[in-house]
């Protein structure tokens, strides 16, 4: 019988949290009753290594556990994960019918180890490529957004020409990040774009909106399998009546990351506020086609209501927020691998390939001419 196998980790600012929501579904996959689990850890440098399926979090601080086996990921037909051979042996495949993928941001989450996969034929848990891509897109989730008629903040792409249509104060984002990480509010539009030189997570790109104190967060968790289902909605509270933002270390540093921190769950909203959340939360969920268990993050002053970004991937899976009714987490994860061996992420097709053109195609000198 093929194993399941659990990815975590990668080369992202979020590469730690990522390891603890891996080794959280590892061990609960272990204790539900999966025959036999493989946790694959990616470098922060880009290596990949089988690792132990009982390690606590520590034994990753300094990098990769002791006793860990070197793999290598083939993105290609017949390819996917493979121990390296030793001087005298060939590569031995991993027989892994699917994978959970739990890495938070960077390449585990935008799309590229997505595409890997659907290269090597590996089956797996989240969003699809485009999906990962959109999610991760804070510009191109605002115009889908925006387009799709759903209530949101101006949001327009940062540069050193950038003149915004709404005053400051402003919020300054990476485009392609989250979990607040690398975002900033400014005063004014100079200290905008001085960012774009000093904040590191800011030179793939940047976004601005304007920053408004008197909105607070609300977010919902959304699963696809067996079928479309919303969480509890949740209010957080930061560490601080005059935080700026949800931070980074309000959400994770903790010990029990999210599932610590400080919260209104389930939020007490107004009856209409909530029926808006709802069906926004279910329109997003079929713009980006949902996949897996994701989270949408809402802004509200009571009244109004703005989607701000989908969490594709999100820590620990949103576990904390399926309280009612209750879901374990063991089958948050279970659905998950249910849906990516009856759903998979993608099927290429050559489906008319068939050389009809190039049987009546001429040379290639004569289309150069």
Not at 20 to 35: K, V
Not at 199 to 219: I, K, Q, S, T, W
Request: aromatic share 6%; charged share 20%.
């Amino acid at each position: 019988m093929s194993d399941t196998a659990v990815i975590f980790g990668g080369p992202s600012p979020e590469h730690d949290v990522s390891v603890l929501t891996g080794l959280q579904a590892a061990r609960a996959l272990s204790t539900s009753g999966t025959e036999r689990i493989r946790p694959l850890y990616w470098t922060k440098s880009g290596d990949w290594f089988e690792v132990a399926p009982d390690l606590e979090g520590q034994a990753f601080v300094d990098g990769v556990p002791p006793g860990s086996t070197p793999l290598r990921l083939e993105a290609d037909a017949g390819g996917g994960f493979q121990a390296r051979g030793t001087l005298t042996g060939r590569p031995r495949p991993l027989d892994i019918s699917a994978v959970v993928i739990c890495c938070h941001g960077g390449p585990g989450e935008d799309g590229t180890l997505q595409s890997a996969l659907d290269l090597a034929g590996v089956r797996y848990t989240g969003p699809t490529a485009a999906g990962a891509a959109l999610g991760m897109d804070k510009l191109a989730f605002a115009g889908l957004a925006i387009a799709a008629g759903l209530p949101t903040l101006p949001r327009i792409l940062l540069t050193n020409s950038t003149r915004p249509d709404f005053p400051g104060p402003y919020i300054v984002k990476p485009r392609f990040g989250g979990s607040s990480i690398g975002i900033e509010v400014v005063e004014d539009l100079p200290t905008a774009t001085a960012r774009l030189l000093s904040n590191a997570h800011l030179r793939r790109g940047a976004v601005v909106e304007p920053y408004r104190p008197d909105l607070f967060d609300l977010n919902v968790s959304v699963r696809s399998w067996p079928e479309l289902k919303l969480s509890a909605i949740e209010r957080p509270i930061r560490s601080q009546a005059s935080s700026d933002i949800l931070s980074y270390a309000d959400k994770y540093v903790g010990g029990e990351g999210m599932a610590s921190a400080p919260r209104e769950l389930p939020a007490e909203l107004d009856s209409r506020l909530e029926a808006r959340l709802t069906e926004a939360a279910h329109l997003v969920a079929q713009l980006y086609d949902l996949r897996g268990v994701a989270r949408i993050d809402f802004l509200s002053d009571g009244t109004e209501l703005f989607v701000n970004e989908v969490n594709t991937v999100p820590g620990s899976m949103a576990k904390y927020l399926w309280v009612a009714p209750p879901v374990a987490f063991s089958t948050l994860l279970a659905d998950m691998l249910a849906e990516a061996m009856d759903r998979p992420a993608v099927q290429h097709l050559a489906v008319g390939a068939d050389g009809a053109v190039l049987r009546s195609a001429g040379s290639i000198a004569s289309k150069l001419a």
